[in-house]
């Protein structure tokens, strides 16, 4: 073992393949294409903020206050069109009111240096209490005559697969070309690695940091307008979910280091597959909730201290500041 | 002759007087008995409300309808909103105790956190009346749906929409721990006891939260495409249930029973669509009036807090497309906040 080191993105392919292969030989009905499809659409949204979660871990970030801007602004879009505004002027709202919640956490981190744990958990917080004192009527946001034409972001399907995968894959290729094929997604990679260094090499450091928690607000918006047009309505008490502790699992899970500079768009498909598998299959077997959690606490377990055993911490993969 | 005369006489005679009387009621009121001494003892009295979290229709409902009735009457009203924390609910009933309210309207989050609390709250003098969802101690008076009724009237909706059919069906529970949801589960035994025909292919708990029962409800279609109908626990959640069968192309086929408050847009509107079949409405303005009521006849009486004790179980009222249509099947709740 001494020369072969396995990193936890193998070690997650393993597992998932296992599982999956587990699955189809002894569920019957899981191995079908409808029922892969509805595994993958029932794990879109949890990919797509995986995915903003992403561009922040890998700039040595974390953002709590994600789940914020995903019920916040496309809740607003509802309410605005439940009052008669049209579609346009509330999504550009919207959207404007995302690009803000992501500069105010941006200019936090990087410029008041407050550190991202706790800034964004603050934020947050602050954001999801700013939309249930002022912005919405109710907690739940019923979908409006106003919204119609608007549902096929999260309803239909394009060539047979429904709308939230295929929203899935395009903000995958987005944030694949992003982080793979532009400049600052080589800076953002940078940052997570060394922010000393990369200041020094004259990386703007502060406006990159900001512009990563705006892409993280923005892409949290864009899976909340997805998520509200696939149930018609806009939960908004998704805030006081565990729905953050599953986006970090994907992130972590699929292999990308809470340390920063490690891990792609590829890692995050990972964990929502590995996620998405556990969660078809348990409800296939028609498992009681308990048995559920049991199943998945040891599922992560297994995957964590497989990730300990094979590659142990040292001075000089164990960086301060982790998480 | 003269006993004739003598009659007429003295009808006449009374006919005048009659008259005569009427004239003097005219001239001067009357006094009803007992409204001055109900009028002092409504004013300046403190009616407090704890729900689970405002901002939701049942929450709100009951807050616009009880202010609506008790505060033309100088009835001071308070709300303390936990925001879903049963701590803070629980903390926030604490401290009503010791501000001493006349009386308090209580929504428990579930059957034992506020138990203790509410008896101490009794024993203190302040009447109770819970809404919706009793605890394990029984209060002065309780105004709420009979969650064992709406299992049992949802799943007698299904078996009778599934007779002939697969005989498939499938539950979307709440969650777990309140026991709202367990309640309307044991409702659904007790008929399926008696169906032996129908076979529960899932029953799995949703949270309350309409995306996880989408995502529930559209694997449980996948497996078994001739489901014929699924029992749901809450119209706010089962607008997703409702999306996943709409999706699947099987609005027809599969009968979606649930319930709630009954308000316009999350249950009329809804069985209108044809996303529910079958909605069992415990009208909250209703249950706010009852509620009004019962606080009324309390403080008007000379009674102690503790003293009676009673149940107001809420009558049902089905929404089906035939009444969905009418003015006063459901409810909005912005009319009602007016």
């Not at chain 2, 001067?28 to 001494?37: I, M, R, S, V």
Request: neutral net charge; contains cysteine.
């Amino acid at each position: 073992m001494k020369n072969f080191r396995v990193t936890q993105q193998e070690i997650v392919l393993v597992v998932f393949v296992a599982l999956f292969a587990i699955c189809s030989v002894f569920l019957n009905g899981f191995l079908t294409t409808d029922n892969i499809l509805t595994l993958l659409q029932n794990v879109a949204v949890l990919g797509i903020l995986g995915l903003a979660m992403a561009i922040v871990v890998i700039g040595r970030g974390i953002d709590i206050s994600l789940i914020a801007a995903l019920a916040v602004p496309p809740g607003l879009v509802l309410q605005l069109v439940q009052y008669g505004y049209t579609l346009p002027f509330a999504i550009s709202l919207g959207l404007g009111i995302a690009i803000i919640f992501g500069l105010v956490n941006g200019w936090l981190i990087a410029y008041a240096e407050v550190p991202s744990l706790f800034a964004t958990l603050a934020t947050g917080i602050f954001f999801a209490g700013l939309g249930q004192a002022f912005l919405f009527e109710l907690e739940v946001v019923q979908w409006s005559e106003g919204m119609n034409g608007f549902e096929w972001l999260g309803q239909g399907s394009l060539l047979g697969v429904p709308m939230p995968i295929v929203m899935f894959g395009i903000a995958c290729l987005a944030v694949a070309f992003l982080l793979r094929r532009t400049r600052v997604g080589a800076y953002i990679y940078a940052i997570g690695d060394n922010l000393a260094a990369s200041r020094v090499t004259g990386i703007p450091v502060r406006p990159i940091v900001v512009l990563q928690y705006v892409l993280a607000a923005l892409i949290g918006c864009f899976a909340g307008l997805v998520l509200a047009s696939s149930v018609n309505s806009m939960p908004t008490r998704i805030y006081s979910s565990t729905l953050i502790y599953d986006v970090i699992l994907v992130v972590v899970l699929g292999g990308i280091g809470l340390s920063g500079g490690k891990g792609g768009v590829i890692n995050v498909i990972l964990g929502t597959l590995l996620i998405g598998t556990m969660l078809n299959s348990m409800t296939i077997m028609d498992l009681p909730y308990a048995a559920q959690n049991l199943f998945k606490g040891i599922v992560l377990l297994i995957a964590v201290i497989a990730d300990t055993l094979l590659n142990p911490r040292n001075e000089e993969t164990a960086q301060q500041g982790d998480i | 002759m003269l006993i004739s005369k003598f009659i007429r006489y003295g009808l006449v005679a009374v006919g005048m007087t009659a008259v005569a009387s009427t004239a003097a009621l005219a001239d001067k009121g009357l006094d009803e008995p007992f409204q001055a001494a109900f009028r002092a003892a409504m004013k300046d009295k403190t009616v407090a409300y704890v729900p689970v979290a405002m901002g939701f229709d049942l929450g709100e409902g009951w807050w616009a309808g009880l202010k609506n009735e008790l505060e033309p009457l100088g009835i001071k009203m308070e709300l303390r909103d936990p925001n879903w924390n049963t701590s803070a609910g629980a903390q926030a009933v604490t401290s009503l105790i010791s501000q001493h309210p006349d009386v308090m309207v209580i929504h428990n989050p579930d059957v034992q956190t506020y138990a203790r609390l509410l008896k101490r709250a009794e024993e203190a003098g302040i009447f109770v009346i819970q809404i919706n969802m009793g605890s394990a101690y029984q209060s002065t008076g309780f105004v709420g749906a009979n969650w064992i009724e709406i299992g049992e009237k949802e799943a007698e909706a299904v078996v009778a929409h599934c007779k002939g059919k697969s005989n498939k069906i499938a539950i979307v529970q709440g969650a777990l721990s309140a026991a709202a949801s367990a309640y309307t589960l044991k409702g659904v035994e007790n008929v399926l006891a008696k169906h032996p025909e129908i076979q529960v292919v899932s029953s799995q708990a949703a949270d309350w939260d309409a995306a996880k029962a989408k995502a529930i409800t559209q694997t449980v279609l996948k497996q078994h495409p001739d489901l014929c109908g699924i029992v749901g626990f809450w119209d706010g959640m089962d607008i997703g249930t409702a999306a996943a069968v709409k999706e699947a192309g099987l609005t027809d086929q599969v009968f979606v029973a649930t319930s709630g408050g009954g308000e316009r847009k999350g249950a009329c509107d809804q069985v209108k669509s044809g996303a529910f079949d079958l909605n069992l409405s415990y009208n909250v303005p209703n249950q706010a009036a009852q509620m009004a009521g019962m606080i009324k006849w309390l403080l008007s009486s000379d009674l102690k807090a503790g003293s009676v004790k009673g149940m107001a179980y809420t009558t049902l009222i089905p929404i089906t497309k035939e009444n969905a249509d009418l003015a006063m099947t459901c409810w909005n709740l912005s009319d009602m906040k007016k």
